[in-house]
């Protein structure tokens, strides 16, 4: 068979046009306080990015730039004055940060409600007791491609790998808050093809090109590809796409699968923060 | 095979008197306070044996007791209190409160370095994040229990039955964070036998009588019940201890196995808060 791919280009224009409508229907513009610390040239990419978006869908862009030999203090007083700031609704400290700081403790300074990356302690607490809250982009991007699809996720068997506290983590939790039977593998699980060819969803989320080949999947499985790695011939995933494609019954590409979706999401979820506050 | 008996009685002893110890070797004695609100006889036997156990080991029993109709904000306001006063190290929040109290309210008052019970969003965000932090007593008991039973995580497949915030969730963070392959079962899941099956290790904790039988038990398995119900005959768990005894390699048995490991473990989770502060 060939496998559907899922286009996260579609559907990440999709979700802006929802955003825009939402943001229109709210009455006020939310703000986004982009807080940037030094000159790391991919860092500043993915600012302006999600600035120009915001922008582009109506939220008041409200960055902030720091010089890489920001204190933590004066970073941590501003973080604190953009939380209590009515007319910021949404918070998001673009990481990594240069090594003097300390991200977890300036993070944790966040209000919950403005944390639009869903990064904070607080917001992975509420994820992980099923309460109300604002979610990792990148795996609410992905349930979003998977619902879309219209994939069934109740008592389906689900299979993650990869545990970071960004992708892998959260994603179990969203997949186990929508009732699929769910599997966590890393870098320890013993026989990861056999494992991964249990699912009815896989998502692949370790960083390793190439990781999941045909063998790991069973025919007709749907398969989420959140990795990205560049090469001579282009962008590429953790799935063995060509071979992959040939097996599963739904397939994201790399690139236009996961990636759109993640600023996509970062828009509806100011759009929830703004809602909320 | 006969199954081993793994004895969470004799374990708990050995549990407390490492508190106790600790508690010495720490120079100032920790202080608990149990808050515990109306008159419910479960609640206040529950509480009782915890203010026992706390004393038995040199934990000053800082205990505060509300009538029913206390209002959410006198009893927010004794919380606070209890989480500005520096001779206070350790706060639990005896649940279920009565229905007119917010109990996420008032838990989100407890500062999580005094969250001996690690209900608190933060402390599940700690959690879920692999950050230190107060972990819930349920789940690390049966930690222990497999520790103390020589259990090898890194690598094995464990399978949580249940997904409660009390046990199933933090349960499954847990067996992640030492390394096992975890898959989350939950009453939506399809075949639940053939799920569990594939455990090396089996934590059932979905309060449901006699759930587990023989047939969703890998030969040689190590086997945890957490569930607790009472019957004509006895206590009984989620569990068909005789039958899965019979090919489990390891076995709790219901009473002795998990449930004193609980309140062993809230000691434990005192020393570690008060060593913290």
């Known amino acids: 068979m060939t496998a559907a791919i899922l286009d996260g280009r579609l559907l990440a224009e999709k979700v802006v046009a929802r955003a825009t409508g939402d943001i229109a229907a709210l009455g006020r513009a939310p703000g986004l ?18 600035r120009r978006q915001c922008v582009a869908v109506g939220i008041r862009d ?4 720091f010089d890489a030999d920001v204190t933590q203090d004066e970073l941590a007083e501003a973080i604190r004055a953009l939380g209590d700031d009515p007319g910021v609704t949404g918070i998001l400290l673009q990481l990594p940060l240069p090594p003097h700081l300390d991200a977890d403790a300036l993070l944790a300074l966040i209000p919950p409600d403005k944390d639009v990356d869903g990064l904070t302690e607080t917001s992975a607490g509420r994820l992980a007791l099923g309460r109300p809250g604002l979610r990792p982009c990148t795996p609410l991007g992905v349930l979003e491609l998977l619902d879309a699809h219209g994939a069934t996720l109740s008592g389906a068997e689900a299979v993650v790998v990869g545990r970071s506290s ?23 699980t013993r026989d990861l093809a056999a494992v991964c060819r249990r699912a009815d969803v896989l998502v692949v989320a370790a960083g390793i090109r190439g990781l999941v080949a045909a063998d790991a999947v069973k025919p007709g499985a749907t398969v989420i590809d959140v990795g990205i790695h560049r090469t001579p011939g282009g962008l590429r995933g953790d799935v063995d796409f060509p071979a992959v ?7 994201t590409p790399v690139p236009g699968g996961v990636g759109p979706m993640t600023i996509a999401m970062l828009l509806a979820n100011t759009v929830t923060a703004a809602r909320t506050l």
């Open 62 to 65: 409200l960055h902030r730039r």
């Open 166 to 188: 960004l992708v892998g983590k959260p994603m179990a939790q969203l997949l186990l808050g929508r009732d699929a039977t769910v599997t966590v593998c890393h870098s320890r």
């Open 245 to 251: 494609s040939a097996v599963a019954g739904a397939i």
């Open 33 to 50: 306080a982009t807080v940037l610390v030094g000159d790391d040239p991919a860092s500043a990419l993915y600012v302006r990015n999600k």
